[in-house]
């Protein structure tokens, strides 16, 4: 895991996470923004799962390894499945959906965080 990466990704999250919100409140559909927010989101996530998968045997405790491989296939979907369920549903709580895979997002990439420190001491 890249630890820069980790926290771009966690602060693209929490500024989507905002912007959703806003949306949800102010009953507006997805947009260009949203879309780009989820997209750099998306891409960061996708290295982040190569760099862990490829490192993963450094983790030595099977849970742990099995948490991490689990979480860095999961956040790969979650961008992908939070847009296109905006793209379907044409109501406010789409964006409440975007806002709540975002913070799903910026939880899980700090919990990979946190086991890939672990495992590299």
Do not use: N
Request: glycine share 10%.
């Amino acid at each position: 895991m890249i630890s820069a990466l980790t926290w771009a990704i966690v602060a693209l999250s929490a500024l989507l996470m905002i912007v959703a919100g806003v949306y949800a409140l102010r009953d507006r559909l997805l947009d260009d923004l949203v879309l780009g927010l989820a997209a750099l989101i998306e891409l960061g996530v996708i290295v982040q799962t190569i760099k862990g998968l490829i490192g993963m045997g450094a983790i030595g405790d099977g849970d742990e390894r099995a948490t991490f491989a689990a979480y860095l296939v999961t956040l790969v979907v979650v961008p992908i499945g939070t847009g296109f369920l905006a793209l379907k549903e044409k109501t406010r709580w789409a964006m409440g959906a975007v806002a709540v895979g975002a913070f799903a997002v910026a939880v899980m990439t700090i919990r990979c965080q946190q086991i890939w420190d672990v495992a590299r001491g």
